[in-house]
């Protein structure tokens, strides 16, 4: 197995994970624009629709993209003269299975939030159009995932910083 069909093989299982995650929200964000049927106010029916719908279409999309366009991800993380290297013949550092790690952690995370981000903010917003008044639980939950999705970021994006200290604190 090549270095570069080991990393398609995680950006499409992301991918998967993603629309499986997506899916699995569908219900409840339609369960609750069924509150506002009931509301005098169609517009605010709509504009949840449209939300919920669009909130839907990013996610699956991103999905899409992991899974399709694996190959692209791929060659921008992965250095060139390393993509063809077989995986079971070359001997692997230490240092490069924890960045691997940490990328394929860092994506989990991600991965995992972002439709809770999306849910949570329609959940705010669904609130806000009823009554004005944001519950401080449903704040707090979107304010911890917003931070979970930074820690997420932080890790895939800086990894060889923390792999670089962890090797340093190793020593």
Known sequence: MKLKSLFEVIFKVLGIYLII??????PQLFGSTSLFYFSDSVFKLIITIISVIASIFILLLIGWFLITRSELLTNKIVPEERLNEDFTTFKVHRSVVLTISIIVLGALIVVQELPRLFMYLFQVYSKHQISSKVEPITFNYMVYTIIKLFVGLYL?????TIVNWIDKKRR
């Open 21 to 26: 995650k997506t899916i699995s929200y569908i």
């Open 156 to 160: 895939m994006f800086y990894c060889k």
